[in-house]
């Protein structure tokens, strides 16, 4: 039919844009991955040191959405990538993306675990603890560029 509502499943352009929304770069920025891990580091020593259970979901989210898309909406990543990088006069060094996005879901995978420790178990020391490992990858990964999730994944 003519001037009809375009089918959003089988209209191209939004499917195309959905599919470049969920995809993961590659490559990737080492210097923004870097910076990302950096706030990692200081997102999980807050969580440390606060206690404030609530930011468990918010450093489970920005992995979740950083598998899933990214940067493109993960805040984390956004201010890497879209500010910090920038700002330091927009440096450059690709690194392999599959790699990095593996990194990321073991890093998901850490929070997730914290997160259900906290729910289900209740123990601030084994939660906190989950949380301190993820920091010690996250600062491994931003202090000397050793990404232990891109280690086991090559």
């Known amino acids: 039919m003519t001037g009809s509502v375009p089918d959003i499943v089988t209209d191209m352009p939004a499917r195309s844009m959905v599919k470049s929304l ?11 991955a870097r910076i990302v891990a ?8 807050a969580i ?7 930011l468990l979901s918010v450093l489970a989210f920005g992995f979740l959405v950083r598998v899933a898309t990214g ?4 805040p984390l990543g956004l201010l890497a990538t879209r500010v910090i990088v920038p700002l330091l006069g927009n440096p ?16 998901l995978a850490f929070s997730v675990t914290a997160l259900a420790l906290h729910f289900t178990v209740g123990s601030n020391l084994l939660t906190m603890s989950v949380v301190g490992v993820l920091a010690g990858f996250a600062a491994l990964e931003s202090v000397s ?7 086991v994944f090559n």
Not at 94 to 104: D, I, Y
């Open 48 to 54: 440390i040191l606060s206690r404030q259970s609530w």
């Open 22 to 32: 969920f995809s993961f770069p590659s490559p990737v920025n080492e210097y923004a």
């Open 92 to 107: 450059q060094r690709p690194v392999p993306g599959p790699s990095k996005r593996f990194a990321q879901t073991a890093g």
């Open 71 to 74: 940067p493109t909406l993960s």
């Open 38 to 45: 950096g706030m990692v580091v200081a997102l999980s020593l």
């Open 145 to 151: 560029g050793f990404c232990a999730g891109c280690f």
